[in-house]
């Protein structure tokens, strides 16, 4: 069984979605990741050479989204999962959801998620 490490409430300002308005004005877009991974190595090795540098990880994600200028949310969490998969070798699976807060009348937020292995994404 894969342990998980979490990054928690990632909020970007950027471009993203279909309607005109939303080509030009950027909007919040709210991740959240889970990256199933063994930490076993690091938990006996306190190094962190042996760990997933999740703020790398972070930065990547956060990168792209204000650069990539989506259309769909659902293009933007599979390519967040291409980088967590590119980043680090260790990862074996990720669960990323991507929302975008009020986005929608009469809603807190709307977005997707998704959960892909490595072989998925990367190939054997």
Known sequence: M????HIRDLLVHAI????????????DVLVNATLYVDTRAAGAS??????INYSTITKA???????AQAGLVEHLVAD???????TDGRIEEVEITAEKPGAVTF??????????T?????GS
Request: hydrophobic share 35%; glycine share 6%.
């Open 2 to 5: 894969l342990d998980q490490i």
């Open 61 to 67: 994600m956060k990168a792209h989204i204000e650069t």
């Open 46 to 51: 306190d190094d962190m050479g042996d760990s």
């Open 16 to 27: 993203i979605g279909i309607n005109p308005d939303e080509r030009v004005t950027p909007q």
């Open 107 to 116: 809603t807190r937020s709307v977005g997707v998620t998704i959960r892909r």
């Open 80 to 86: 967040l999962a291409r980088i967590c998969f590119e």
């Open 118 to 122: 490595r072989t998925e994404v990367m």
